[in-house]
Structure formats: structure tokens, C-alpha cells
């Protein structure tokens, strides 16, 4: 069984961009790291069209939670604006009716993770979308948007929505915070 039938479950021929591949089938890799990073190099090298790709490759493939998930990490890494888009695409879509709620939260909470140094920055649409999920219909999203606000330089914060969505989660979440920044 090769590394993307191990990380996708046995999915047949998944027609992949070569440079798509080289990371799905890094990322199980037994090795330091290195084959995922070359991975992950070579597709910012690629630039918009490596991102354009790895988009296409998620879209194509909604009936694969593990590989789209893969995709969703590849994005977070790369930490471009135009991967910026794609984890936005993947914070702001529908639960899809047949996915584990699982792979959902887990999808959603890497692109939460992708997009905090972007609104850290000051990219106004990576912190709308988190702000966004902050009003997300599964609690785990909203904790880990809520979390993630939290995270960002206080200056980042005092934007009307985030601000807004920080005080209505704050009794929602404050005991799990509360025992979260205590670890």
C-alpha cells in the first residue's frame, strides 16, 4: 500500500498534481521531515499556481476527509495570502451532510491555525474569517476561533467583530479557557 492509499484510505486512482503528491506522500513519510519540507518548498516556488492546484485538489475530492484534510495542512504551511484564501474557503464552508464531525473540526481548526499569522499581520480577511467562526455551529470550532482571537496582538483584537464575538463567547468558554491558560 503506497503512502497516499495510507493516508487516504483506499481511494483508487486519485489524480493528484505531481507537486499535490510529493506532499500527501510526505506527510506519513518515516523520515525528520525533510521529504515534507521539500515538498512544501517546492510548492511555494510554484506560487499562486501551486495554491491553485492545491485548491483544485481539495474541491475535487469532498468525499475524502483524510486527504482533504492533508490539503488543508499543506495550506496552513505554506502561510501564503493565496493559501490565506483557501483556509478561508475551508473555515467559512458548509458541514457537508455525509463528513465525520470529527474531520470537520479538525479541518476547520488547522485553518484557524493557518490563518493566525496572516490576521496577525494585519490581513483584514484572514481576521473576518476567524472572527466568522467564531459564530461557527459546532462549539469546537467556536472555541478554537475563540481561542485563536485570543492569540492575536491585542491591537488585532479591538476590531468591532472580534471584539463583538469575544464577549459573547467569554461565558460561553470562560471555564474551559480558564483551564486551558492554566496548563
Sequence with gaps: MGALE?????????DLDPGIRAWVDAVPAFDDGYSR????????????EGVTALARAYRAHDDAD?????LVQCAAELGTAEAGWLLIEVLD??????????METTQRVIALRGLTPLAS????????AIARAMRHPLSSVRY???????????????SAELRFGLLV????FRDLYEV???D
Excluded: K, N
Aim: avoid cysteine.
Design 6 to 14: 495510507m493516508t487516504t484510505g483506499t481511494l483508487g486512482s486519485v
Design 121 to 128: 499581520t494585519g490581513d483584514r480577511d484572514a481576521a473576518d
Design 66 to 70: 483524510a486527504l482533504r484534510t492533508s
Design 180 to 182: 486551558d491558560a492554566a
Design 93 to 102: 464552508a458548509d458541514i457537508h451532510p455525509f463528513a465525520s464531525v470529527a
Design 37 to 48: 519540507r521539500r515538498a512544501l518548498a517546492a510548492l511555494r516556488r510554484r506560487g499562486p
Design 169 to 172: 463567547l467569554a461565558d460561553e
Design 144 to 158: 478554537a476561533a475563540y481561542a485563536t482571537v485570543r492569540s492575536l496582538p491585542d491591537e488585532i483584537q479591538r
